[in-house]
T-cell receptor, first 110, second 116 residues
């Protein structure tokens, strides 16, 4: 079993839809939870991170962490065609390396 | 501030050859991590270098090696290439301060390696 599981999709939604992306994990010691966005032919860029449990909002993006269920989510409101990318969840212990999900490919069509 | 740069961007090699990839971190960043990205496995951690020393290592065979120079630039080497080594190789840099606090890892655009 991989440490971080993420459905690769693909996911295709119309412009303006609410998008829900999620990951599950097995290591209860993870402390930092991140979402990266990767456009084609580019490296991943950090969207948001959360420390421990809870919610975090940044504009149209909301990240949620439920440590009791070992489940994290990213919600995108009012999705735009420019949001079309691969979204990667990642996690980290207090120190050390990142553990990534496989990524979910999202397409938002006009 | 310039981002993480990786060279070359694209590379074609044949089985059995070796390859060296280069990564220049953001100025002032002292840690460099390398990842392999494939459609089937996603992003897999190779190793991390800090102060010219390997600090963490993923589950890759010894054919994969790296090093870091005093200016924090890093190189990754793959010897005896196999078809399965075809992938996007990404490097990421961070400040790597002590204490376990948050640090953003900034990724380069990657080197796409094709092994024929």
């Amino acid at each position: 079993q991989k440490e971080v599981e993420q459905d690769p999709g693909p996911l295709s939604v119309p412009e303006g839809a609410i998008v829900s992306l999620n990951c599950t994990y097995s290591n209860s010691a993870f402390q930092y939870f991140m979402w990266y966005r990767q456009y084609s032919r580019k490296g991943p860029e950090l969207l948001m991170y959360t420390y421990s449990s809870g919610n975090k909002e940044d504009g149209r993006f909301t990240a949620q962490v439920d440590k009791s269920s070992k489940y994290i989510s990213l919600f995108i409101r009012d999705s735009q065609p420019s949001d079309s990318a691969t979204y990667l969840c990642a996690m980290r212990l207090l120190l050390g390396r990142l553990y990534f999900g496989r990524g979910t490919q999202l397409t938002v069509w006009p | 501030k310039a981002g993480v740069t990786q060279t070359p961007r694209y590379l074609i090699k044949t089985r059995g050859q070796q390859v060296t990839l280069s990564c220049s971190p953001i100025s002032g960043h002292r840690s460099v991590s390398w990842y392999q990205q494939t459609p089937g496995q996603g992003l897999q951690f190779l190793f991390e270098y800090f102060s010219e020393t390997q600090r963490n290592k993923g589950n890759f065979p010894g054919r994969f090696s790296g090093r870091q120079f005093s200016n924090s630039r890093s190189e990754m080497n793959v010897s005896t290439l196999e078809l399965g080594d075809s992938a996007l190789y990404l490097c990421a840099s961070s400040l790597r301060t002590s204490g376990g606090g948050w640090e953003t890892q900034y990724f380069g655009p990657g080197t796409r390696l094709l092994v024929l």
